[in-house]
């Protein structure tokens, strides 16, 4: 059973940046796709970024973010980062970190990752 824990949101100007992290533990030496979505208020969830869980594998990001986001990962800390720059209002969401065993693909859907954390609230001021 994997469990993931994210931290680093808050309130930020447009503009601005944060850094988002999502440490895990209890998953096995197998290698993981990771993820990052974001729901809005009366939004459906959206893909953010993916990336395999060692370094220097796939990454992907979703059309909104590409450009501005960095999705990182750090073995020896079993921590996945999302780096968050030149943030927009319409940025503002609860940010969830997900995880599923690597299948040989990134999904891009919720519904294919089996392991979500609480979610971290980023809000950004215009």
């Known amino acids: 059973q994997v469990q993931l824990v994210e931290s680093g949101g808050g309130l930020v100007q447009a503009g601005g940046s944060l850094r988002l992290s999502c440490a895990a533990s209890?998953?096995?030496?197998?290698?993981?796709?990771m993820g990052w979505f974001r729901q809005a208020p009366g939004k459906e969830r959206e893909f953010v970024a993916a990336?395999?869980?060692?370094?220097?594998?796939?990454?992907y990001y979703g059309t909104s973010v590409k450009g501005r986001f960095t999705i990182s990962v750090d073995n020896a800390e079993n921590t996945v980062y999302l780096q968050m720059n030149n943030l927009k209002p319409e940025d503002t969401a609860v940010y969830s970190c997900?995880?599923?065993?690597?299948?040989?693909?990134?999904?891009?859907?919720?519904?294919?990752?089996?392991?979500w954390g609480q979610g971290t609230q980023v809000i950004v001021s215009s």
């Open positions: 997900a995880a599923r065993i690597y299948r040989g693909y990134l999904p891009l859907r919720a519904v294919e990752y089996d392991y």
């Open positions: 209890g998953g096995t030496s197998r290698g993981y796709a």
């Open positions: 990336a395999t869980s060692w370094s220097g594998g796939s990454t």
